[in-house]
Each structure stands twice: as structure tokens, then as C-alpha cells.
């Protein structure tokens, strides 16, 4: 099949950048969409024309790393699908695709199709953890966990921090993203020592990096390849909540002795 | 050169534990005046720059990747092993180290491995306080499975993405270091060399893959923790990125290279579907828990598989290995695959694939159960393909999977570079001739959280590391070096594009240094990848410049880099006249086709030294010895 390809180039994050127009002969229905790229990026560059940048790396839908609207939709906007997993069956001759980065104030765009997504590593520094120094553990049947509580912790924690949620929302809100960090660890007895601390220094530092609130539209739950369901931003909501009403100053008296 | 490997002498139950209390230690107050850094973060990597943060040394930590929690560790699926005994089946530290030993082709150090099986226990406990979601029991307790080359349930897993959850782990521990300062991340650099000053590693050349940057950063210590360089097969399971490069510039300034050769083959990926492809996806071992391969008896049968019936199958696993079945060791079922497919029976277009049926585990257990156990495979699979493995078996056929090869090190993880470690698949150290299935993740961690701790110290503590300054000879030459590839590499007048060299490197590797390898083959791949290498530098063509985000000039780095691996690893594997685990030599098989060692000759370590361009690589020896396992001809019958 043949494609028609509008894509967003911009040598880097001081240029406007611009869309620009390729045709892409001879795509064939097994290709992934990368593939599809790898094989138009060859052909750029043997016509002397920079080819186009866009983030990838394991390309079996784990890693996070790839990701660009397509048509307006995060990854394509197929189900469960990052970019690297998407074939070209989905396709019909003659289509006329948008190739897009990430557009949120918190993800400048690098070149191209890729984006700085740095931010999301801040958000977890500052409290997506348990702080459990090496070799202090008991052992790993000490605590049980209940199957239920386990298998939501799961759930949460399938989370490949793409920015997929932060593209498609409105608001470039990154409520899911830290909504399934807040909720994996919270669903684990583990993560309660530091529930509300979490809570708090995770939602305050969303702000700090300039990722907008959360107004409940669903967006980022439609496209998140992994199924991340909106419930996680709920409990991100009580917990911060909770966390506000129950914070109290840390005492400054403790521990010397 | 001597290759001392340190390990301790005396019993090998406590030879860890005397070998700790050994060796010396860094004060508290001390540790922050200590700079090291950590290449690569992924298993090995993150755990290693969280756990020396914690204990207070001032660290820096590179990868190539926008994110630490991207490393390649990501994608690993079925498990973590570990002698924990939860199900009362037999397991114990022997029995894995055992395992391990038996499943390397007796090619491994004794005291890596029991160490190794010894701490297995320790990072399962670690993991789940960092809230890493295992799955469980009803009851509460940790849930196990099965893995190839074993007897026992020993695996831990999270559904099928367990290198994943593990990763995160580490990761969130990395990031928790990061914001209390003790650790530095710099993401999207590229290792360029190493700085070696007086003999000893002091630090390294980066370029930040963002604006072309290239920098000096000093340490008193670099821990290398890069992974393997299975994509010098171009197709392999491994994530785009995976290069050799920081290992393999480390091995040019000295550190030696030990048993290049052995290269994991892993059964079960999904085919090659045509020549635009760009890697190949696993599908995890578990399946092989549940699932059952299988060829038409008749070669050339056509048929879709539900119309031919059960008379006319061949589960050639089960007839061959019957106490193993379709649970032995990937080498094992590689190779089993590849002469089945050899001889005519494969299926699939191209004949290149066997079957992997679940349709008896379904009638057994119910759709339902084998999605809650392997639903996301499942689903990767059908996406991939346009299959859907519920209703129609998988085709499989092995793909490139893990390098057991890698940088020389002592018991003490040190290369031959005095102050340059290094962890995980990056070393060569424990897996022998072939790597067990959820062992990957086991050393990873093992490496990053509980072994490095202790032995750097101990480096730091004994050794004079006099303060350098910044206009030091050897960082410049470093610099000047790390600088003239990358200039020569754009100053390409050519035509070629990179990937084009690189997918024609793969071939030859693949077909002459693969699954099994000749004489003849050998020689042959070693006259052309010199040829290769030549038209490399002269034909290609990296458009843009160095001061840019440059993907194309990133990846001709890597692969400049191959080249020149591709031709030790043949070198490798044809001076090691014998069969062990992964390598196997046509020339040297059983009657029955298994593997045919050479105790006598090569019970060693091939550990081979850099002698300058154009210069054959010098052969180094570490004889090994086995105390504990004693050598037999590996049996899964």
C-alpha cells in the first residue's frame, strides 16, 4: 500500500518547525509503524535529506520510549498499543496520516517527533519510591499480601511513563502517571509508611513542573497502552486530600540522642 | 598475562562470607569523598548507583536512554530466580548453583555461581519491600513457576513483565538517590572511551546524545553495567539501542575480552516476517511451562496445523528429552528447532518456525487461566502476527537473545583494569557457555545490590588515587580519541546508509558464527567482516552534524564498534575446537547430535587482549576447576 505522511519537523527546540509532506510507496501490511519510518528514513537519506527523529528503543511496547500522535491520537489511538506494536494492517492504501510529537509545556520537543520527558523522572525523585535501604529487607513471605491488592498493585504499576496520558489530555495534566505510581505503592502494605509523604510531594511536584489539573475528561485513560484506569487519579485525589488534612510539620526534635 | 580470579579458597559454602570480612573498608566520613561512576541503568546499573548513593559515595550514572527506567532490563518477561524452597520441592542454594553450573556447560567460575545462588535469596526480599508486585497466592504468600534446565519452581514473576517491575524497583530507588543529591543522572550520553591514568580507571568520555557535547567526567572508580551485544546479529530480542561500545572501548584500553563466542540463542521469538524487519520479540520461556512445540512429521506439510491430526505430529522435545520436555535448556531447544527446520518440517513461511501449541492446556485449564498467566503475551503476539494464539498454535523460531561473553572480571566483579568493574550481562562472568532462563535478572541484581557494595570498597580503600587535574594527558587523548571517530564517522563521503551495514554484519554473524558454527564458516565470515569493515569506513554516509540531536551518527558509533567485535567473536569460536552450551561446533557433536565438549583442552576462560589495529588479539587463560559439580556430558533425557 501506499501512504501519504504530514510530518511534524523541527531541527530543534529553538526552531518553529513546520509540517511537512512525504509520500511512502510499497508499505507493507507485517511492517510496525517504526518500521515503516525506518524504511522512509532510509530513502530520505539516500536522497541527502535529514532523515526524521523520533524516540524508540525496544520496540515490544515495555520500554516507554516511542510515542507520537497520529491523526491526534497518542499512539495511534489503537487499544493497548504503544507505536513500536502498531502494524500497518490497521491501514488502507492511500491514507493520508499526521505525525505529531507530545504537545505539553512540560515535554519540549528535542527534534522532530522526540520530546524531553525528564519531568516524569523529577515527579518520581521526588516520592515515587519506598525508601528501603539495600540488604535491610525481611523476608519476602514476612508481610502477606492479599492476591486483590497485589494483582491492583500490578495494574497500576504496568505504567511505562510514555507521556501518552500527558499528549492526549487536554490540559497536559499528568494526573494518570502519578495517580499509577500513587496507587501501586499505596495498594501494597509496603507503601504505607510513606502514603501521605508520597502523596504530597508527588502531586506538588507535577505542579512544579508544569503539568496542569486533572478535570476528569478521560482522555489519557482511552489511550494509555497499558490500561492505566482513570481510578487511579481518584486515589491519587484522597490521598493528597487525606495527606493534607493529617500533614503536620516534622518534628525537629527527634533522633538525637 | 595472569588472570587471578580471587576467589576465595575453602569451603564454598562460606567462601563469601570470609571474603567479605576480608575485605577492607571505607569509613562513612570517607565514602563522600569518593567519586564513581555507573555506565548503564538498568538492573545492574540502577542498582548498583542507588545502593553506593545510599552508602554515601558521590555517584554518577549514565545511559543512553531519556529515562533510567528504560534500560533494555525493561523487557525481560518470564522470571527471577531465586533458592528460596517457598514450595518445599527440593530447592536449596546447591541445587541452584548446581543448575547453573550443569546449564552453563561447565564453562563457569564455581565461587561466581554460589555466591550468586547464595544472594538469590536476598534480592527477592529486597525487591518486595521496594513494592515490587510479584505475583501471589491467595494466601498471601509469593507464587512460583517453572523454568527451563530445572526441576524445581523457583521462578518468581510479575505476570510476564517481570524485568519490568524489577527494573522499576531499582529505578525508584535511583530516582530516590537522585533527589537526595547523592546521585547524578545524565541521561542520553553515550560512553565514548575510558580514561585510564597510571593503569588505573579514572574516568570516562561521554557525548550527550541532545547537542553532540563530548566531555570528560573523573571518578576513582567505573563501574561498566552496559548489557550485552547481542545486536551485532542486527536481529536480535534486544532493544534497538543495546550497543558494545562502552565495553568494548574499555576492552582497547586494556581490559581483557573472555569468551566472545558464547552468544544465546533463544527459542521462542516470533519468525522473521521480511527484510524492512527491524528486531525480533520474544515470547517468554514460561510458555514453554504450558504450551508444547511441535513439527508435521511429514517433511513439507503444508496443512494448517488443526487439519493435521495428532498421528502425524512430532513433539520433538518430549520424545527426545522426556524427563525435560519441552523444559530444556534454550540451547538445547534451539538447536533442536533449527535441525527440525533444517531437515524440511518447519512451518510458517520460509519453513522457518515450529509450533508452540496451548491448545491442550486450554482444554486442561480454560482460556481464562492461560490469559491470567500469559494474557499479555498473548496479545503481543496476535498484534505482531495477525494471530490469535487461542485459537491458532504460535509459530516460533529462535532469535539472538543474551550475550554470556563480556569484560573479564575477577571474583570481585574488577576487570584487568585495576578500578574499572563490571556488572551484569556487560561481564562474562557466571553464566558459562549457556544462561538459564530467569538467571539474567538474578545476576543483574545479585551484581548491583550485593556484591559491587562490598568489593569497591575494598578497591577504594587499598589504592593511591592521587586527585587529577582536569588537563591530565590521558583524558585529553581520551577526549582527542572519542572526538576523531566521531568527526571521521561524519567526514564519510559515501553513499551507504549505516543500517545497511549493519543488517549485512548481521547476516554474516548469523550465518557463520549463529546457532552452530564450522571451520570453514568461520574463516570465511573472518575474511569478510574485514571487508565490511573497510567499505564501512569508506561508503557511508551520516548526513547532519555532531552539535545535533544526530540518530543516525549515534548508531554508526555502535556499529563501527560490531565490526569489530564480530571478528573477535569469530576468532573465538574458532579456536575453541569443541560444543559447550551455546557454541556449538558442527565438527564436534554426539551421535545424538548434543553437544560434544573437550574437558581436557578447554575447561577455560578464552580471555582475549587488544594488540592495536590490524593486530591479532592475544589469548589469555583462566583454567577452570570444578570442585563441586564435576563435569558430565549434560543430560535431559
Redesign the interface.
Known sequence: MKLILHVWRQKNSADKGRMVRYEVPDVNEHMSFLEMLDVLNESLIAKGEDPIAFDHDCREGICGMCGFMINGKAHGGFKRTTVCQLHMRHFKDGDELYLEPWRAAAFPVIKDLAVNRAAFDRIIASGGFISVPTGSAPDGNAIPVKKQDSDLAMDAAACIGCGACVAACPNAAAALFVGAKISHLGHLPQGQPERDRRALAMVQQMRVENFANCTNIGECEAVCPKDIKLEVIARMNRDYIGASFTNRPESGSGGVG | MELISGAPIGPIETAWERHKFALKLVNPANKRKYNIIVVGSGLAGG?AA??LG?LGYNVQCFCY??????A?S??AQGGINAA?N?HNDGDSVFRLFYDTVKGGDFRAREANVYRLAQVSV?I????????V??????????DNRSFGGAQVSRT?Y??G?T???LL?GA???L??Q??LGSVK?Y?RRDMLDLVVVDGQARGIVTRSL?DGKIEVHFADAVILATGGYGNVFYLSTN???CNVTAIWRAHKRGALFANPCYTQIHPTCIPV??D????L??MSESLRNDGRIWVPKTVGDKRSPDQIPESERDYYLERRYPSFGNLVPRDIASRAAKRECDEGRGVGPGGLGVYLDFSDCIKRLGAAKIAERYGNLF??YE??T?EDPYRVPMRIYPATHYTMGGLWVDYNLMSTIPGLFVLGEANFSDHGANRLGASALMQGLADG??II?YTIGNYLANSKLPKLSADVPAAKEAFCNATNITNKLLNGKG?R?V??FHRELGKIIWDYCGMARDKSGLEKALGLIPQLREQFWKEL?I??ANE??N??LEKAGRVADFLELGELMCIDALHRNESCGGHFREEYQTPEGEALRDDANYSYVAAWEYKGPGQSPALNKEPLAFDYVHPSQRSYK
Open positions: 542498582a542507588a545502593s545510599e536512554q531519556d529515562s533510567p527506567r528504560r533494555h525493561i523487557a528460596k517457598y536476598n527477592i526480599d529486597q525487591c518486595v519491600a521496594q513494592g508486585p510479584f505475583a501471589r497466592e491467595y494466601g498471601g504468600n509469593l518468581f510479575a505476570r513483565q524485568g519490568q517491575q522499576l529505578y525508584q530507588a530516582e530516590r537522585i533527589g543522572m541521561p541532545y532493544a534497538k539501542g516476517a521480511g524492512y524487519q527491524s528486531k520479540t520474544l496479545e503481543m498484534r505482531i495477525g545490590y550485593f557494595p553513499t546508509t543500517d545497511s554516509r548526513l547532519g545535533e540531536f540518530q543516525s
